[in-house]
Nanobody
Framework: QVQLVESGGGLVQAGGSLRPSCAASGNIFGSNFMGWYRQAPGKQRELVAGITRGGSTNYADSVKGRFTISRDNAKNTVYLQMNSLKPEDTAVYYC?????????????WGQGTQVTVSS
């Protein structure tokens, strides 16, 4: 099993930036895919951005051009650079790790970090 610990969320004004990180430990060798998901009150959890061990990335349309996901395999850490934040980005952000995006529900999940964007 993989343990994931997120940090770096917080409160920011619209237009600002945050850079949460997710540190992985444990049996990480099967974690080809790592991603950031978010869940706002009353909404379903959705993929924000994902990255494979080889560096291939994918993004939700709503964050393209504003968010960048990166991965440091040596440190087993994934980052999410969030720029030009909007109030609608407010949510709990979760880090996830697994074999691939299709089976991520059966992977490992962090405890979540709150991101709040004020208008």
């Amino acid at each position: 099993q993989v343990q994931l610990v997120e940090s770096g969320g917080g409160l920011v004004q619209a237009g600002g930036s945050l850079r949460p990180s997710c540190a992985a430990s444990g049996n990480i060798f099967g974690s080809n895919f790592m991603g950031w998901y978010r869940q706002a009150p009353g909404k379903q959890r959705e993929l924000v951005a994902g990255i494979t061990r080889g560096g291939s990335t994918n993004y939700a349309d709503s964050v393209k051009g504003r968010f960048t996901i990166s991965r440091d395999n040596a440190k087993n850490t994934v980052y999410l650079q969030m720029n030009s934040l909007k109030p609608e980005d407010t949510a709990v952000y979760y880090c996830a790790a697994g074999i691939n995006i299709a089976t991520i529900a059966f992977g490992s999940w962090g405890q979540g970090t709150q991101v709040t964007v004020s208008s």
